[in-house]
């Protein structure tokens, strides 16, 4: 049959035939058929192998098939796989306590969800309930998910296709130097101007109005925008001075992204609620929720929470988030993050900048680091324009597949590489990654104009 005539495996041609992408036009897709993957690499069917500098998507802080975390996943499967959210047990009061000690402050409660997304709807839902108010600010170039409210609050072209959407959000600037908003020369003025500029947005909409601000500690998908100094405490001064709840939203940088078990730490700043996902199990079941502050917790001592979902607290997911955590301690992997970010990645990603005319900027922290490129660095013009498609996006394409040629899984956005492997990655191999950048560079380099 035509079938067997096929080179493609089974995997393939069903895959083409019934399974429906995320994000994609589905009829020019050939995905990579993965079969396997340990530590920070994976490879295909074809026996092709990659180094992983995606993480996925920035979700395998500790490598592909940890040997403890699948013991986990196979312990838990066999006393107790499912079991409804009203009931407790084990794994799921484990995860809560590990969870609620190594968050900052009295956030001392955890709701559970399956990812990042109902994360956000959850916390949304607490902020409004908690003030009876509805706005909420959340910031440009910004990713929260793809549900209802969490692309509501989403501040990046992925939320023009669901709009119309939620009402009540209100967006704003956040701090970004290399192309300020207001105008800023210095990390200083820039952090002083996006929170005046945050405060005149409150007085505009009305503060009383407002029930929550959300945003990325560091913001991820869109950027990797490490805020100045400062900025997140004014921020919480912002929400203090008008009883709003502050959201951070930690999916992807909590749990040793940032070099900490949460961005915040870094600015000993404790926000109302923490969303948290990827990391929390990096996504070996899935998992995500809130951190809950003792004072929200609080308002729902005596009223019913109106909310849940059928897995809120799925013990193979939290099994797997008490293994997880154990890891994160037991080797040390935070320390590694931080030594990787300050000692390997931020001091070569800034030789490659000094060498390509195409790099603009580099900026990160821990393992979480993007590389900004440019028509030309002194005008700062994009390699390729804002949500960029088709032609106009093939400066990146190519850079992608050199890449990708070379044995390295990059994790493209807009312009920008996103320099994200495992927190368990060995030197050497973050060495060997860059070397493939750096040499895949040469592609993006082509296009500088002098
Ligand atoms: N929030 C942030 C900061 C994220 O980076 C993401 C996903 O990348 C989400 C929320 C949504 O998470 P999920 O895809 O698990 O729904």
Known sequence: ????????????????????????AQATLEP?????????????????????????????????QHPKLIDAIKEQADKLCTVAPYHANEATSEAARLIAEVAPGDLNKVFFTNGGAEA??????????????????AAYRSYHGATAGAIALTGDPRRWGSEPSMPGVVR?????????????????EERDRALSHLAEVLTMEGPHNVAAIVLETVVG??????????????????????????IADEVMTGFGRCGE?????????????????????????????VIISERIAE??????????????????????????????????????????GDEVLGPALEELKQRH?????????????????????????????????????????????????????????????????PLTISDQDAREGLAIIDEALAVADRYVSS
């Open 221 to 246: 998908g869109s950027g990797i925008l490490v805020p100045p100094d400062g900025y997140l405490q004014g921020v919480r001064e912002l929400c203090d001075r008008h009883g709003i709840v502050m």
């Open 172 to 188: 704003f600037w956040g701090p970004y130097l290399y192309r300020s908003a207001f105008h800023a020369t210095t990390l200083e």
């Open 1 to 24: 049959s035509s079938r067997d005539s096929s080179p493609r495996s089974a995997a393939a041609r069903d895959d083409r035939a019934h399974v429906f992408h995320s994000w994609s």
């Open 357 to 421: 005319p195409s790099v603009g900027e580099v900026r990160g922290l821990g393992v979480f680091w993007a590389i900004e490129l440019v028509r030309h660095p002194g005008t700062r013009e994009p390699l390729v324009p804002y949500n960029a498609s088709g032609p106009a996006n093939a400066p990146m394409a190519a850079l992608a597949g050199a890449c990708k040629e070379r044995g390295l899984w990059p994790l493209i956005f807009s312009n920008r590489v996103h320099v994200v492997p």
């Open 32 to 64: 990579v058929v993965v079969v396997g993957a340990r530590g920070s690499r994976f490879w295909d069917e074809n026996g092709k192998t990659w180094l992983d500098f995606s993480s996925q998507l920035v979700n395998v802080n500790v490598g592909h």
């Open 299 to 340: 308002s729902f001592a005596h009223r019913p929470y109106p909310g849940g979902l059928t897995y809120s607290g799925h013990p193979l997911a939290c099994a797997t988030a008490v293994a997880c955590i154990n890891l994160y301690k037991d080797e040390r992997i935070i320390q590694h993050a931080r030594h990787l």
């Open 261 to 289: 078990w949460f961005a915040v730490n870094r600015w000993n700043v404790t926000p109302d609620l923490i969303t948290f996902a990827k990391g929390v199990n990096c996504g070996y079941v899935p998992l995500g929720g």
């Open 120 to 137: 956000i709807e959850n916390a949304i839902r607490m902020a409004r309930h908690h003030t009876g108010r509805h706005k909420v600010l």
